[in-house]
């Protein structure tokens, strides 16, 4: 029993460290950014053309296009955004190599007083920082991670966070945009509305589940924008179409 509750101790700890990894990575947040605005962008545009009474042809190819436009868009800025992050923190840690060259002192006498916050004997935490500052590279290392907070192993992989954005864009997109390959009309804006407020409140609470929050509010809530969107983005299209009837 015991060798069994320290196992799933250990898959626990696995588990929270891949999802932290996954947050400093940047695929976490790309991939939720990318699947809300995939619902949502892609059904304001559906929702606006066909407010304005076009043809079910023009809803497919304005859905279609507002696809592949916001999918390419999304991974292109996630790309730049992650990799403007990842030089950043390069530029970081390399002024600290500098540091290191100039005041090596100061960053022992720093890393021995972050050790000793954390519980450890004045003396210990002393006679660890030195060994550590032996060494260059894990100097570097402890003190980034310590005393900086950055991880020099996992400063972000720009083209993860890309392909996740552009995936989950497109896999977003394609609730409200598939009800107008197999009908169209009421019955397609419909259905459009119907499973990308499914899918919203899916998205909602698992976001909501892994950050510990209430899942019915984040369900909710996830929810009740795309609700908001359609009816702002129906009824301008409605009103366009009127007027230019």
């Keep these: 029993m015991a060798t069994v509750d320290i196992a799933k101790k250990q898959r626990d700890s ?13 695929a976490a947040r790309a991939a939720v950014l990318g699947v809300n605005d995939g ?16 043809s079910n ?8 296009a507002g696809l592949i436009a916001g999918a390419i868009s999304m991974a292109a800025g996630e790309w730049i955004s992650v990799k403007s992050q990842v030089e950043l923190f390069q530029g970081v840690l390399k002024d600290l190599r500098r540091l290191i060259k100039n005041d090596r002192e100061l960053l022992v006498e720093q890393i021995a007083d972050k050790l000793s916050q954390s519980g450890h004997g004045d003396a210990t935490a002393r006679k660890a920082a030195a060994e550590i500052s032996q060494d260059d590279d894990h100097l570097s290392d402890v003190y980034a991670t310590q005393i900086i907070g950055i991880n020099p192993d996992e400063l972000g992989s720009p083209w993860i966070a890309a392909g996740s954005s552009f995936a989950l864009f497109t896999l977003g997109a394609l609730a409200p945009l598939m009800p107008w390959f197999m009908s169209g009309g009421v019955t397609a804006v419909i ?11 899916v998205v909602g609470g698992y976001v909501a ?16 924008i795309v609700l908001f969107a359609a009816v702002v983005t129906y009824g301008v299209g409605v009103l366009f179409g009127v007027a230019t009837a």
Excluded: D, M, N
């Design 14 to 26: 696995e588990l929270l460290a891949r999802r932290a990894l996954q947050v400093q990575r940047g």
């Design 39 to 54: 619902l949502v962008s892609v059904l304001c545009i559906i929702l606006g053309v066909a407010g304005a009474q076009a």
């Design 57 to 64: 042809h023009a809803v497919l190819l304005a859905g279609f």
């Design 191 to 201: 259905w459009s509305i119907s499973l990308t407020a499914l899918a919203s409140l």
């Design 209 to 224: 589940r892994t950050s510990g929050k209430s899942i019915p509010y984040g369900a909710l809530r996830q929810f009740l």
